[in-house]
């Protein structure tokens, strides 16, 4: 298995604010527009000075757009591991 590419995470752009986001993406209807969010969501977040990268499984925004991405692709997630699992060989 080889490894993945490394991700950089980039300063957050001025002005930008992850919680505004999460709440007005709660109405897309755009999987690949979310995910892409999704990133600027975490780059934010891990740039906070109260959340820091250590706690990124904590922030309400980065939860927020998690949970709207998952309810977009409809699928169960323990479905899509086993599909997954079956596929990678």
Not at 4 to 9: Q, R
Not at 64 to 83: N, Q, T, Y
């Amino acid at each position: 298995m080889s490894k993945p590419d490394a991700i950089t995470i980039h300063a957050p752009e001025p002005g930008y604010n992850r919680f505004k986001v999460a709440r007005d993406i709660q109405n897309a209807c755009n999987t690949s527009g979310v995910a892409r969010e999704l990133i600027r969501v975490i780059e934010n977040a891990a740039h906070a000075p109260q959340c820091g990268r250590g706690r990124l499984t904590h922030d309400p925004a980065v939860a927020a757009v998690i949970d709207k991405l998952g309810s977009l692709m409809r699928l169960d997630p323990f479905e899509a591991h086993a599909e997954c699992a079956r596929r990678a060989v």
